[in-house]
Structure formats: C-alpha cells, structure tokens
C-alpha cells in the first residue's frame, strides 16, 4: 500500500452580495494511504482517449473535512489535480475515489 501526501481542494458557495454568490476554493494538506492505483482510457469524442483514474486514497480527516467532506472537489495526486468522484465518511478517515482530471474553477 503506498502513502499519500496531498492537497484536497474544498469549493463552497458563499454570499458575496445580495443575491451574489461566489465559489470559494480551500486547500488543506492531508496524509493517508492509496488503497487502489487503477488508470483507465475512456472513448470520448475527442480523438485521443480520455484517461481516468480509480484511484482510492483514505485520508486521515481533521475536524475541517468532517465537516465539510460535501464540498471536496479535487485532490493532487502525481503532479495533477484529479477530480473527486465519491467521498465515503469512516470516521477517522475519509475514503476518496478520484475520477478523471479536474478542469474546474479553483
């Protein structure tokens, strides 16, 4: 089982105005393990394959993450930032399974 040490990228909606609200990002550093290193090659409508991972990483969660595992969007992994695709909560650890690459907002 490898080790993991990454950000986890947190992206919330909070009111910026009357009737405004803006996306706000927060990256926390996390240490845990990867439980499952799997690369997929998805057909798209690109010429080139898409690639996926499914991956799982268990992090050890702080009281932030517990709290707030419903905004997780992305975490780093191998140099990219990977778009999280399912949080499962198993006190004290939270269990990510990472998708394709994230190209959202940060």
Do not use: C
Not at 68 to 97: C, D, M, N
């Amino acid at each position: 089982m490898a080790r993991y040490s990454g950000d986890v990228g947190f992206i919330e909606n909070v009111k910026t105005g009357p009737g405004k609200w803006t996306p706000q990002t927060t990256e926390n550093h996390y240490y845990g393990d990867v439980t499952r290193a799997v690369r997929k090659l998805v057909d798209g409508q690109d010429v080139n394959h898409n690639i996926v991972i499914d991956n799982v990483i268990s992090i050890v969660a702080d009281p932030y993450a517990r709290e707030h595992y419903f905004a997780i969007r992305y975490a780093w992994y191998q140099g990219a930032k990977w778009e999280v695709s399912s949080v499962e909560v198993l006190y004290p650890r939270l269990i990510l399974t990472l998708g394709g690459l994230y190209n959202g907002d940060t």
